[in-house]
């Protein structure tokens, strides 16, 4: 379906842990505008990079994606 969307908490885990675009870029071996398009959700990463950044952030890959909304922080 074109209208599927798959959420992402990318930018707030990168903010968290005070790390650039570029370099979860060059820790996953992609691009770093592709992180770009991953946090705005104009790209969905494949199973095997969903997986890489979640082993990147230490975090199951349900806190990184999901098919849901996330609810805003302190909602």
Do not use: C, W
Not at 6 to 25: D, K
Not at 29 to 53: I, N, W
């Amino acid at each position: 379906m074109a209208d599927d969307v798959v959420y992402n908490r990318i930018a707030v885990l990168r903010a968290e842990r005070g790390v650039s675009r570029r370099q979860l870029a060059d820790a996953l071996g992609v691009h770093y505008q592709t992180v770009g398009y991953l946090e705005r959700g104009e790209y969905s990463p494949s199973l095997f990079l969903a997986l890489k950044l979640a082993e990147y952030f230490e975090v199951p890959v349900e806190v990184v994606f999901s098919t849901k909304p996330f609810p805003r922080i302190g909602a």
